[in-house]
């Protein structure tokens, strides 16, 4: 099959849950499919990126840059079309014209749109050809979260942006035939009558990449991520000012890590004899492999947390909330442990660092569940059904 497969962002580095996902189903994709990548990228694209991707685009590999002015006059088309920010950001003419040129040129037997960002781009090819929209997960309801927790100005902002991407979603639905996202918790978020028939299309783990390792142990507690998302964010201020304090009572010694790649000032803000920021990190895995638990204290946000399968993948306990937890499936008290409040969650940690062979069993059964329930190949097999079952109809 001729397979035209749209992002939003180079799928390399690893950096980000988009990229993640698109890079391993592109590697899936590619055994079977003539695949095209067409993506935007508001940023230079390396040479080993194009290294590590350029193999897996059999019919093509198209990228187009995405610059500042253009970004922010593109915003403000959107504001007055009634569009959301997000679409405006990435939605360019100019790009527009090079894909229906590549549209007509490649002649996709298939068209794979990978968040609604890039929805906007084939809206006008609905009904002429066959094509799948992986929501992912639902930007709205992380817009209206944030909101949520934001002063006045921003919130106002920040709900009037959840609102038209909650609009925008379900307008969405109607231009493909098939949907995907990644978890039932975000499927239920979809505003649209029809939700129940997006199918849920998982990531997965490479367990053979993520690894235990008998590493000595450097930190107590480990987050870890795109530390200028919004999510992580909070998550990590919320780890780092009430958390750790009450996990200190019990362990005055504890010490926190955290790793990923642009720490925003809230973050760096957090730096102290207790708590460490690394930035980014070239191999990830060191930083898990120097931890004793995972912590993944997520309030806002949306989607499936990759840190969670990654740490529980290199036999790390882990301790998440139930908004992540909801979307993992992980068996409270077997495969994970898991809290709401700052006081549950420090019952938590304090309660693995405390007794090991809890720890030792938990981090045993978080890999045996990873293993069991998060494989790329089987969640990429999905879609390429998706895929056959529509060029056969």
């Not at 990435?90 to 068209?111: G, K, M, N, S, T």
């Not at 990830?284 to 993948?313: C, H, S, W």
């Not at 990873?370 to 056959?388: C, G, I, K, M, R």
Request: glycine share 6%; with cysteine.
């Amino acid at each position: 099959m001729k397979l035209l497969v749209l992002l939003s962002r180079f799928p390399f580095p690893l950096d980000k849950g988009d990229k993640l996902r698109a890079y391993h189903q592109l590697r899936y994709l590619a055994r079977h499919h003539e695949v095209c990548l067409f993506c935007l990228s508001d940023e230079e694209v390396s040479t080993a990126g194009y290294e590590a991707v350029r193999p897996l685009c059999a019919g093509g590999l198209h990228v187009q840059r995405l610059r500042r002015p253009g970004i922010a006059r593109n915003m403000a088309l959107a504001l007055l079309q009634g569009l959301p920010f997000q679409v405006g950001y990435f939605y360019d003419a100019r790009v527009q014209r090079q894909l229906d040129a590549l549209i007509r040129e490649f002649q996709p037997d298939h068209v794979y749109c990978q968040l609604i960002r890039m929805a906007q781009y084939v809206r006008s090819y609905a009904g002429r050809l066959p094509m799948t929209l992986d929501y992912m997960d639902v930007f709205s309801t992380g817009m209206l979260r944030r909101a949520d927790q934001s002063s006045w100005a921003e919130s106002m902002v920040y709900a009037r942006e959840g609102r038209s991407l909650q609009t925008y979603e379900a307008a969405a639905f109607n231009w493909f035939q098939h949907h995907t996202i990644i978890s039932e918790q975000d499927r239920q978020l979809i505003e649209h009558p029809r939700r129940e028939e997006i199918r849920i299309v998982r990531n997965g783990i490479d367990t053979d990449f993520f690894a235990p390792r008998a590493d000595p142990k450097i930190h107590d507690i480990l987050f870890c991520g795109n530390m200028s998302y919004h999510p992580n964010v909070d998550a990590v201020e919320f780890l780092a000012l009430e958390i750790l304090p009450l996990v200190r009572r019990i362990h005055p010694a504890a010490r926190l890590l955290i790793a990923g790649t642009t720490p925003a000032p809230r973050v760096l803000a957090l730096a102290s004899d207790a708590v460490t920021i690394s930035g980014w990190i070239d191999d990830i895995r060191d930083a898990y492999t120097a931890a004793r638990v995972f912590v993944a204290p997520m309030r806002v946000g949306t989607g499936l947390q990759n840190k969670l399968l990654e740490a529980m993948a290199m036999r790390l306990p882990c301790v998440t909330t139930p908004l992540a937890n909801n979307a993992l499936h992980g068996r409270a008290g077997q495969d994970l442990l898991v809290g709401e409040s700052a006081a549950e969650l420090a019952e938590c940690i304090t309660s693995l660092l405390t007794d090991s062979d809890l720890a030792t069993r938990l981090a045993r059964q978080g890999r045996e569940f990873v293993q069991e329930h998060y494989d790329w190949e089987a969640s990429t097999n999905q879609l390429e059904a998706l895929f056959e079952g529509i060029k056969a109809s």
